[in-house]
């Protein structure tokens, strides 16, 4: 697999046998996890701290599940009651979690690249949990774990990503791992949502739902963000539900077993009809949350043991 990682901030330039081992890994939690049992020795001595400068549900809470499963002592940081608001710096909170001896550093922030430049400046291995319109790097693995369970091999599958994808971290990070694994990606929405360089990271872009979704294997639905609009860019929730939120009607275009899927949190009768996100046939909205689990288990661990490696202990 090369150099361990010393953080994990983007999917972009990960190898597929870097991605593979994370997946593998990944797997083998996920046995764990319904087993009950924990391997608390795995990260016992080492503090994990979720530093959250954006709202969370999933992705905060199952870092903090993951890191206690393997035995870390975890740490939320509530940025809204921190000296964040007395005008701390980025690097400054970041600097006085290092010094308490944080092995495991986990950010999200509104803007794109802070946990770069928060892993140039310390020492602890820092986790990419969602940068602005950037990347959402465990976000991607814990779907591809998702549908390779459904569907084994990438190489030929059709994945069509739809809706908002200007503003998505989530899409971004998907891309680059998909098309890193074989998988034939589309992007499919309005015109407004789409940045027309996204053509440039090999996918090919659809601006009509039915024949986006045409033949896919897996349709894959955005949030549509309007906290990240600075003006209109779209028309009213019922109309962008009538032409880019997936019902029954556009999923009958996609093969007869597509997969559903939706990061989460779903914005329900505007990028997707309740029925759809809930049918037991199609749906595997609620295993990408059982797999975020497994899949941030995962990257502790290799990261941990990355770390170990490179102080020698
Ligand atoms: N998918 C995702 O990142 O969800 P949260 O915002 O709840 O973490």
Redo the contacts with the bound molecule.
Sequence with gaps: MGEPPRHLLTIEGLAPPAIAHLLDLAESYVLLNRSGRTERDMLRGRTLINLFFE??????TSFELAGKRLGADVINMSVAASSVNKGETLLDTAATLNAMQCDLLVVRHAQSGAPSLLAQKVDAAVINA?DGTHE?PT?ALLDALTIRRHKGDFAGLVVAICGDVAHSR?ARSNIHLLVTVGATVRVVGPPTLIPAAIAGLGVTVFHDMKAGLAGADVVMMLRLQKERMARGLVPSAREYFRFWGLDAEKFAHAKPDALVMH???MNRGVEIDSALADDPAHSVIREQVEMGVAVRMAVLDTLARSRALSRNV
């Design positions: 709202d969370s549900t999933r992705t905060r969602g959402h976000q989530v990061p989460g949190p």
